[in-house]
């Protein structure tokens, strides 16, 4: 394959997933900017292993990339950030994220929305990553079990447990969030 057909496949087939990239990686690293970095990476390794990939979903075959990059980078950074105190969490309360939870936008509901997406936002990060890294790629990246499977390199009954596990753990957090606020008056 020539360079200039072998780059328009991949701007074809991979780079409408670079949202899905950074997505996975923001969620795995619980921070932006190394979400940027590890994305960018991902897309410089997946562009020069693209002759390699035999699939038929790039997405997936791009997340799995992506997963590997960024637990790669964590096993390098991850004990520097902690010994720091550094802020490594994603943050939900961005603007387009209220705007597709909002339905009618007066400062009572864009409240309530912001309330809730901080429960869910601390609720997610209190979650172990293993939990964590099935719902964003289940949940957001509206990936297959199958396809979760082949990205984290696991059985697709782990992916199935797994995803019940961080669902059910997901409930709980937030239902206990939920009473705790409800007795205080809030």
């Known amino acids: 394959m020539d360079a ?10 991979v780079l409408p997933h670079l949202d899905a990239a ?31 990939f035999r699939g038929a ?31 490594v969490s994603p943050r939900l309360d961005e603007p387009d994220a209220l705007e597709t939870v909002a339905t009618e936008e007066t400062p009572e509901s864009l409240l309530a929305v912001k309330t809730e997406l901080a429960w ?4 997610l990060d209190d979650m172990p990553t293993e939990y964590r890294e099935v719902l964003v790629l289940r949940e957001l990246e509206e ?8 990205a984290i390199d696991v059985p697709l009954g782990t992916v199935m447990s797994r995803l019940s596990r961080a669902r059910t753990l997901l409930q709980r ?3 206990l969030r939920q009473q705790k606020e409800a007795s205080r008056g809030l």
Do not use: C, H
């Open 4 to 13: 200039l057909s072998r780059r328009a496949r991949f701007e074809r087939e």
């Open 22 to 52: 950074y997505n996975l990686a923001r969620w795995l690293l619980r921070n932006d900017q190394d979400a940027e970095d590890v994305t960018q990476d991902s897309m410089l390794r997946a562009y020069r292993f693209f002759d390699g």
């Open 57 to 87: 979903n790039a997405k997936a075959w791009l997340l799995t990339i992506v997963r590997n990059a960024s637990y790669s980078w964590l096993a390098r950074k991850r004990p520097t950030l902690a010994a720091v105190g550094a802020d």
């Open 120 to 123: 869910l936002q601390d609720s």
């Open 143 to 150: 990936l297959s079990y199958k396809e979760i499977s082949a």
């Open 173 to 175: 957090k937030l239902a």
